[in-house]
């Protein structure tokens, strides 16, 4: 899970945590060793992703609990209604930026999906859209770029100051890169 501060008041169910219904699909939706059985619909994720989506499912869970709505035994599809989830969005938006919220409800669809393939959330997916679709940044991403011609002479820079040390690592490592 990633680390740093906290934005939302409940601290995300950890996987270990979540109720067995949820962690079994969970499993199965990630697993994709055995060549003689079906990959899962997430066996294919790359770790950052399947990490983040359990990160943001855990934040559902917790609201859930923290809501007495989590019930342990329905699957992870029997406890997604529009009620619910108008609920959680006010939750979500006392702390976080609209671009966040869109990405926790992306997240939260997609964590359903693949839990629970054939699942009517069809809703969930539109509303996650038009989250996407109305989030403007918090914060404008344009005072910090660098222009690309002083990014190139930053690194000439830096490899000629490095080929002008004495060290033999540093000469090697950046001889390697005049190729």
């Given at each position: 899970?990633?680390?740093?501060?906290?934005?939302?008041?409940l601290?995300?169910?950890?996987?270990?945590?979540?109720?067995?219904?949820?962690?079994h699909?969970?499993?199965?939706?990630?697993?994709?060793?055995?060549?003689?059985?079906?990959?899962?619909?997430a066996?294919h994720?790359?770790a950052?992703?399947?990490?983040?989506?359990?990160l943001?499912?855990?934040?559902?869970?917790?609201?859930?609990?923290?809501?007495?709505?989590?019930?342990?035994?329905?699957p992870?599809?029997g406890?997604?209604?529009?009620?619910?989830?108008?609920?959680?969005?006010?939750?979500?938006?006392?702390?976080?930026?609209?671009?966040?919220?869109?990405?926790?409800?992306?997240?939260?669809?997609?964590?359903?999906?693949?839990?629970?393939?054939?699942?009517?959330?069809?809703?969930?997916?539109?509303?996650?859209?038009?989250?996407e679709?109305?989030?403007?940044?918090?914060?404008?991403?344009?005072?910090?770029?660098?222009?690309?011609?002083?990014?190139?002479?930053?690194?000439?820079?830096?490899?000629?100051?490095?080929?002008?040390?004495?060290?033999?690592?540093?000469?090697?490592?950046?001889?390697?890169?005049?190729?």
């Amino acid at each position: 899970m990633p680390r740093g501060r906290r934005l939302l008041p409940l601290a995300p169910l950890a996987l270990k945590t979540w109720p067995d219904v949820d962690r079994h699909a969970w499993e199965m939706a990630r697993a994709g060793s055995d060549p003689l059985d079906d990959p899962g619909l997430a066996a294919h994720w790359r770790a950052v992703t399947a990490d983040h989506t359990v990160l943001c499912y855990g934040h559902w869970l917790a609201w859930l609990a923290d809501q007495s709505l989590l019930d342990p035994v329905l699957p992870p599809d029997g406890r997604i209604t529009r009620e619910r989830v108008h609920g959680y969005l006010a939750y979500l938006r006392r702390s976080l930026a609209p671009k966040s919220i869109a990405t926790m409800i992306t997240r939260l669809h997609e964590a359903v999906r693949v839990m629970a393939p054939g699942a009517d959330i069809g809703w969930l997916r539109t509303a996650a859209s038009r989250l996407e679709a109305q989030a403007v940044p918090a914060r404008s991403k344009m005072d910090r770029l660098v222009e690309t011609n002083r990014l190139v002479e930053a690194g000439l820079r830096l490899m000629s100051e490095a080929q002008s040390k004495r060290n033999p690592r540093t000469r090697a490592s950046t001889t390697a890169t005049d190729c």
